[in-house]
């Protein structure tokens, strides 16, 4: 089993990859976090950041585990562009929960479809396994590795992960609206203690809008430090957001919640 639990930030910014040429140094790319840790290799939603995947040539196994937050056009659009898909010698588990009706081969067979897109299911060559998972599910992968799933309040539902392994903890929660879960013991429970939190911080603080799934920094903040998180990094960037925007949300984060950082696309960290 390695000994290394690492994590690699492919994409960081959320809804749509674009820039008006002021953000360079913190990237563009859509929601992807790399994970490798107990002999696993782990991908964490398929945004245009997967495509990035191709250059770790360490995390480069026969095996890989993509787990979907939920199947926002921003979580998915980086499928088609991601080239260990079309190799034969690969294989992927897809895991994901149940969306209107539709288990999750039925929503990545309705998504790689005409009109949406040029090519199906069947145009990718590696093995794709597909499981669809509940909110609560406890996954093992061996190795040592758990991975343990919480549900997260976003139009259309979204789930959370946190990856275990040598006694070391990841939560990826992205795509949360924060104020939705105010007295949520159980989100609390998830997270509690973690050594590196992923989370939303879409807005603003004071500017997160109601219903639309995605919190604040100051929210990130405050439930970082209740949960006794020891770190904490800030995601799905706004697209409208600059580098200097992202810095500065950085330092007033910070003044919250210390071991709080702003990751950029291929941004590496160990725990």
Known sequence: MEDKFEVVFLGTGGSCAYSGGDRSKFGINTP?????????????????????????????????????????????????FCPHLFDRGKCFDFYGHASNGKNLYGIFNGFLSEPLQPVSLGS????????????????????????RTSALSHPGG????????GGKSLCYCTDIELSRHTGDSGLMSFIKDTDLLIL?????????????????????AEWAGLAGARNLALFHYDFRLSDADIETMEQKVKAVFPKAFAPFDGMRITL
């Open 32 to 80: 992807c976090v790399a994970v490798r840790a107990g002999g696993e290799t782990m991908l964490f939603d398929a945004g245009s950041g997967i495509v990035g995947f191709a250059g770790l040539e360490e995390y480069h196994r026969k095996h890989v585990r993509l787990f979907f937050s939920h199947y926002h056009i921003d979580h998915v659009n980086g499928l088609l």
């Open 158 to 165: 979204s789930t959370g992960y946190r990856v275990e392994c």
């Open 200 to 220: 939303d911080a879409g807005f603003e603080d004071g500017e997160a809008i109601k219903g639309w799934g995605h919190s604040s920094w100051r929210e990130c």
């Open 124 to 147: 990718f060559t590696a093995q794709l396994r597909f499981h669809t998972i509940s909110a609560g599910d406890v996954i093992g992968l061996g190795g040592g590795v758990t991975v």
